[in-house]
C-alpha cells in the first residue's frame, strides 16, 4: 500500500477521534488526540518530500504548529500568548515559503489592496469587541498584530494561484489552505473576544487540520 495511502487512514482516524472529542467536549481524549494529528502530517510530509530544500520552510512552519497546538492546551492566557506567538512564527515561515516563487504582476495589487481592506476591517472588530472590556488592554495590540499577519498569510497563499511553476491544483489547494487557516483562527479570535459560535472547538480544530492538510498536498506536486 502506498505511503499516502496509509498517511490518509492514519490522519483521517487520528483527525476523526480528535474531532469527536471536540464535538462531545471530551476533554482528556481531545487533549491527548490533539497532537497527533500533527504529528502524523509532519512525519508524512518529512518522508514525502519536506526536507526537500523547496518544502523544507514548509515544514518548519508545520513543527512551530505543532509547538503552538500543545502550548494552546493548558487554559490559562501565558499559554495562550505562548501558543498565540508559536503559529505567529509559523505564519511568518508559511509566507517566506511561499513568497520564493513569482506571482504574475496583475495580481500583486489587487492582492495588496485585499489584504489591507481585511485587516482594516480586522482591526475594526478587535477594537469594538474589546472597547469596555479591560482585561483586554494589554492584548489589544497582540490580537491586531496576529490578525494582520494572519490576513497577510491568506493572502500570500491565495496568490499561489499566480504563481510561476504552481500547478492550478496545487494553487487551489494553497489558497483553500489559507482560506481555512483564516476562518479557524478568526473564530478561535471571536471566541476569546467574548463571541462563542455553536460548536466553537469543532470548527477551530476542524478547519485547522483541513487548512495544514491542504497546504502540504499543495506542495507536493511542485
Known sequence: MKLSVLFLFALSGVALVNWIAAALEKREL???????????????????????????????????????????????????????????VAHLVYIWAFSRWEVDRRAIAPAI???????????YVVLSRTRNKPEFKHMRFAFILYSSVLVVMTVTA???????????????????????FFASDTILGLEKMGKRLPATRLLVISTYHIAQTLIVFSTLRL
Not at 113 to 123: H, K, S
Open 158 to 180: 491565495l496568490l499561489s494561484l499566480w504563481r510561476e511553476g504552481w500547478p492550478v491544483a496545487s494553487g487551489a489547494m494553497a489558497g483553500l489552505g489559507g482560506l481555512f
Open 113 to 123: 489592496l485585499t489584504a489591507l481592506a481585511v485587516i482594516a476591517i480586522m482591526i
Open 30 to 88: 481531545y487533549i491527548a488526540s490533539k497532537p497527533l494529528v500533527l504529528i502524523v502530517l509532519i512525519v508524512f510530509f518529512a518522508k514525502a518530500g519536506g526536507l526537500d530544500a523547496i518544502r523544507l520552510p514548509f515544514l518548519i512552519a508545520l513543527i512551530f504548529s505543532l509547538i503552538g497546538d500543545i502550548f494552546l492546551i493548558p487554559r490559562s492566557i501565558r499559554w495562550f500568548i505562548a501558543g498565540m506567538t508559536a503559529f505567529l
